[in-house]
């Protein structure tokens, strides 16, 4: 079946068509030019942006891969986590499609969407997988069984996300908003061994209650604390140490306790999404160390983990296999949606 994927659950709106596992088509357009010089999503903005963009982005989606509206065989939309107002614009989108075409509505889960995306990318997902999804609103450990009906929570960050904590990094430094890419791209010209920063959760004390759960407040107040007595004492920040520095301690934090929750539930595949897995030195630690304990690592392409319609038209198109019942056409949005929840 073609399956129509829209996703509005933030700044950008994306639109994809998807039949099985191949990607005909993504379209995304982003309104985060609109948010940087606020330092953080404004969601009327957003709201308003994506109303104006919804219709143009379908018809470039649909005119590119040359496919008729009436070919789609089911619509999927983000009906959770996410902005409100946001992702009420995309549910009210895929309603109105899916009435007047009289197909299928699937309101899917934005975070496993993040994962589903992989299978574009790499094929078919194996039996059973861990997925690590780290983004601007979440860093969550999850054991999937089925993509569309069996994802288990096994730990969370208890304060701030992956992404988030470089943001907030990144505001400190004084770089644009988002942080993330910037601080990305400074640590790569600087030394990551150059200052300790802590590792939260990883100490011996929390192995037992919080070996699945991840925390990035402390690190980041470290980073600020650092920065803090440096300028206190008259002496040039090196910016680029700092970055490589804080952005080491996240990735060792995200890998190493990522693994040993691979080892612990004895899987041998991992995938990684969400837009903080655009990082690269998440990426590159998380290639050395997968390869060295024999686990196989699968990270879609950079475009696939930011946010996009085709994570959605993914998860959409596995729902639609797994023969899940549709969703009704007065489904609401839900902005704090668990992740343990594929579909409604
Ligand atoms: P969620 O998926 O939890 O709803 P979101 O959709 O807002 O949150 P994404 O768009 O998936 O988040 O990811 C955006 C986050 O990824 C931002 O915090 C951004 O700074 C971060 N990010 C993007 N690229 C990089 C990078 N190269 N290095 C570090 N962080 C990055
Ligand atoms: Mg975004
Ligand atoms: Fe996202």
Redesign the pocket.
Known sequence: PLVLGIET??DETGVALVRGRELLVDTVASSMDDHARYGGIIPEVASRAHLEAMIPTLERTLGTADVDLSEVDAVAVTAGPGLVGPLTIGASAAKALALALDKPLYGVN??IG?AAVDELVHGAFPDRFLSLVV???HSSLLLVDDVATSVTELGSTLDDAAGEAFDKVGRLLGLPYPGGPHIDRLAREGDPTAIRFPRGLTARKDQEKHADDFSFSGLKTAVARWVEARTDAGEEIPVPDVAASFAEAVADVLTAKTIAACHRHEVDTLVVG??FSANSQLRDMAAARCAEAGIELRIPPIRYC??NGAMIAALGSAVVRAGVAPSSLDIGVDSSMPLTVSHV
Request: glycine share 34%.
């Open positions: 659950s933030c934005h975070v993040h983004s601007g609103g969400g837009g930011t946010d």
